[in-house]
């Protein structure tokens, strides 16, 4: 029963993730770092999205994805100054704040990643895949990505 919860996790993420970063118009050097990403080459990928987001500097999308690629890699300064940077530029983008939250989760800062659950159910008082991610991340029920 276990396998089978873990498989639907992992199936669900990754939907979840090609859902997130799937922009018809993106650029190919997006494109190509949400390619990375999902290969798990995340020092590839960081290395085109500090290009894409020196050329689109207000794109939350993009700084969210290069948080997520140092998070990661452990590099938990850099990923905590991105999420915050995609956060200021969308403060509703469900997906910065769904990340951010596992971020708080995973460096033991709880309240954090509570008072980001909080926000994503004012974003959809009905529930959202981005909720039902962190709320099951920070339960332990998720795959810690």
């Given at each position: 029963?276990?396998?089978?919860?873990?498989?639907?996790?992992?199936i669900?993420?990754?939907?979840?993730?090609?859902?997130?970063?799937?922009?018809?118009?993106?650029?190919?050097?997006?494109?190509?770092?949400?390619?990375?990403?999902?290969?798990?080459?995340?020092?590839?990928?960081?290395?085109?999205?500090?290009?894409?987001?020196?050329?689109?500097?207000?794109?939350?999308?993009?700084?969210?994805?290069?948080?997520?690629?140092?998070?990661?890699?452990?590099?938990?300064?850099?990923?905590?100054?991105?999420?915050?940077?995609?956060?200021?530029?969308?403060?509703?983008?469900?997906?910065?704040?769904?990340?951010?939250?596992?971020f708080?989760?995973?460096?033991?800062?709880?309240?954090k990643?509570?008072?980001?659950?909080?926000?994503?159910?004012?974003?959809?008082?009905?529930?959202?895949?981005?909720?039902?991610?962190?709320?099951?991340?920070?339960?332990?029920?998720?795959?810690?990505?």
């Open positions: 029963m276990k396998n089978i919860f873990l498989i639907i996790i992992l669900t993420t990754q939907s979840i993730f090609a859902a997130s970063y799937n922009k018809p118009s993106a650029s190919k050097l997006y494109k190509e770092a949400v390619e990375l990403v999902k290969k798990e080459q995340f020092e590839s990928a960081i290395k085109k999205l500090t290009k894409y987001t020196k050329k689109k500097p207000k794109d939350s999308d993009g700084w969210t994805l290069l948080a997520f690629s140092n998070r990661k890699i452990s590099e938990f300064d850099k990923a905590k100054e991105f999420y915050e940077k995609a956060i200021a530029i969308d403060e509703n983008n469900k997906t910065a704040l769904e990340y951010q939250g596992e708080f989760a995973q460096i033991g800062e709880m309240e990643a509570k008072e980001n659950l909080e926000k994503l159910l004012s974003l959809c008082p009905n529930s959202c895949k981005e909720y039902e991610m962190l709320k099951d991340y920070i339960s332990g029920k998720a795959k810690k990505s």
